[in-house]
């Protein structure tokens, strides 16, 4: 079956760039949208992006400027880069396989997370 | 975009029924039918339990249910069992590609 695992520094310090990359293991990178999620300590899930295997992206309108998603299908991984990170930007971060909706009128939309890694945690100190 | 509304906790006995509600606008939860629900145990990975508003993955019990009216879909549990207790989130589609979750609910089986 499919399995994902993030891997990168658990520590970052501020104003530098947070890197994660997510392996994706027993399947295809193909086919669906590969995302980022990621969970402060005690708090709730904050959607940050997601990509498809060519390259076309989805970013959260608040991160936005700061996110960059990749995906490198030779070696069946995805990345994230999250720019300037500040204390704010600790947290758990996941990677998550998400479906693919179509609809006949609006074409494909994404669907929900139905495979997630274990989670990283990172924490953003000098 | 803001985040979806959902009570902060939640609870219930043993083989009771629980509901837990998701509210949106009318530009996320009211437009599209692609709400999912996620379990969270302490220290864990979510887990999806609820899809495209009311169907069940593969592997997730039957107690588990999802439902919508307008711009607020709700998550049934029936039959409690101790193992409910944990965190929910719900998700939805809003709009220009883009994923929106709710804060979260504490369900506390008593």
């Known amino acids: 079956q499919v399995q994902l695992q993030e891997s990168g520094p658990g520590l970052v310090k501020p104003s530098e760039t947070l890197s994660l990359t997510c392996t994706v293991s027993g399947g295809s990178i193909s086919s669906y949208y590969w995302s980022w999620i990621r969970q402060p300590p005690g708090k709730g899930l904050e959607y940050i992006g997601y990509i498809f295997y060519n390259g076309s992206t989805n970013y959260n309108p608040s991160l936005k400027s700061r996110v960059t998603i990749s995906v490198d299908t030779s070696k069946n991984q995805f990345s994230l880069k999250l720019s300037s990170v500040t204390a704010a930007d600790t947290a758990v971060y996941y990677c998550?396989?998400?479906?693919?909706?179509?609809?006949?009128?609006?074409?494909?939309?994404?669907?929900?997370?139905?495979?997630w890694g274990q989670g990283t945690m990172v924490t953003v100190s000098s | 975009q803001s985040a979806l509304t959902q009570p902060a906790s939640v609870s219930g006995s043993p083989g009771q029924s629980i509901t837990i509600s998701c509210t949106g606008t009318s530009s996320d939860v009211g437009s599209y039918n692609l709400l999912s629900w996620y379990q969270q145990h302490p220290g864990k990975a979510p887990k999806l339990m609820i899809y495209?508003?009311?169907k069940r993955p593969s592997g997730v019990s039957n107690r588990f249910s999802g439902s919508k009216s307008g711009n607020t879909a709700s998550l049934t549990i029936s039959g409690l069992q101790a193992e409910d207790e944990a965190d929910y989130y719900c998700?939805?589609?809003?709009?220009?590609?883009?994923?929106?979750f709710g804060g979260g609910t504490k369900l506390t089986v008593l």
């Open positions: 998550a396989r998400v479906g693919r909706y179509y609809d006949i009128l609006t074409g494909y939309s994404p669907d929900a997370f139905d495979i």
């Open positions: 495209e508003g009311s």
């Open positions: 998700c939805s589609y809003a709009g220009s590609s883009t994923l929106v």
